[in-house]
């Protein structure tokens, strides 16, 4: 497993843009794949976007695509999901996740380690 810290969720309007952060620990990062992941009120968690150890192969949710994007940065250990064209139905709280190959982090349960979590929240 890997620690994981998300930064970057926050408050924003409708149309608004944030970029959240996940940082991992350790010098394992570029072997993982990572994924976004988000978790509405009431709602079971669902995938966002994921993407290979070298940043060179992405997926998406067809709720996101075209507005997200996922990238990562391996010298600094560190996996970014830009969001735009926010909309309300986004609001959730955003978990990151790692995981020993690309399948491993596209579905809910296929992760290794997990982040703790950070709050969007899109006002209409």
């Known amino acids: 497993q890997v620690p994981l810290v998300e930064s970057g969720g926050g408050l924003v309007q409708a149309g608004g843009s944030l970029r959240l952060s996940c940082t991992a620990s350790g010098r394992t990062f570029g072997s993982y794949a990572m994924g976004w992941f988000r978790q509405a009120p009431g709602k079971e968690r669902e995938f966002v976007a994921a993407v290979n150890w070298s940043g060179g192969t992405t997926y998406y949710a067809d709720a996101v695509k075209g507005r997200f994007t996922i990238s990562r940065d391996n010298a600094k250990n560190t996996v970014y999901l830009q969001m735009n064209s926010l909309k309300p139905e986004d609001t959730a709280v955003y978990y990151c996740?790692?995981?020993?190959?690309?399948?491993?982090?596209?579905?809910?349960?296929?992760?290794?380690?997990w982040g703790q979590g950070t709050q969007v929240t899109v006002s209409s």
């Open positions: 996740a790692a995981g020993l190959g690309i399948a491993t982090v596209l579905r809910t349960r296929g992760p290794d380690s």
